[in-house]
């Protein structure tokens, strides 16, 4: 038995019915980041230097590549599923909240793609020295 | 825009309550590491990008408003991974009664105080080489 109205159904207010998904999304890649960003940190400050030829070295290493990727990708999901949540909590009026979100989720493909970029060039050899 | 009541009203509830302290704290520091992920990719396309583009890359990343900002995020890594790991205890349906999660709050506190000063001090004093 549904408690809801129908005036209220046909305004589409209540439940979006996916507020499961999200959080469990944002658990997910939460879990997901605590060893990926904690070996991301420790792997920085115990590097024997931040210089261009060592970083090289660092991330040419297979396992390097693809935690830097994995690494990219959860906190890329995860910051998105963040930033969502605030935008829907303070942005008010619907046509300015939708810009907003689409503008984070456009912002957020497009530095996951770069960096995963990023790190194959340096993992295949093709960047520049 | 519904007229029917929201959460949050951030006016309406007292600040001093550590509940909503530690709520908007984990979410500032949430965001704030969102804008870090900006740096990251930056640093990692200036790497990619060979030794020219590197060093150039890194007089901006090693210039002295670049070190506050890792100041800043270095405080919103430690906070937001202590205070995420409450929360994934939480959804375990733990440490929910009041006494239970006052005491966890101070607790991340601590530790994340612990953590930022460890790593304040690995940055700073025990010499991570920039080039």
Known sequence: MSLRSPLGRVLGQGAARAGVRHWWQQRLTSLALVPLTVWFVVSLLTLPSLGHATLIAWMSQSSTALLLILLVLVAGWHSQLGVRVVVEDYVHGSGARTLTLVVIGFAHVLLAAAAILAVLKVAFGAAPP | ?131
């Not at chain 2, 590197?54 to 205070?83: E, G, N, Q, T, W």
């Open chain 2, 1 to 131: 825009m519904p007229t029917r009541p929201l959460s949050p009203h951030l006016s309406v509830y007292r600040m001093s309550r550590y509940t909503l302290a530690t709520s908007i704290a984990n979410r500032f520091t949430g965001l704030a590491l969102s804008l870090g992920l900006l740096l990251l990719v930056y640093w990692l396309m200036a790497v990619a990008g060979g030794r020219v583009s590197y060093a150039r890359a890194m007089r901006v990343l090693a210039s002295p408003p670049a070190k506050l900002i890792y100041a800043a995020l270095i405080v919103s890594f430690c906070y937001h991974l202590v205070a995420g790991l409450r929360h994934l205890v939480w959804d375990t349906g733990h440490g929910l009664e009041r006494a239970q999660s006052q005491r966890s709050a101070w607790l991340v506190v601590a530790v994340s105080l612990m953590l930022m000063l460890l790593m304040a001090y690995r940055v700073w004093f025990a010499g991570v080489h920039t080039p």
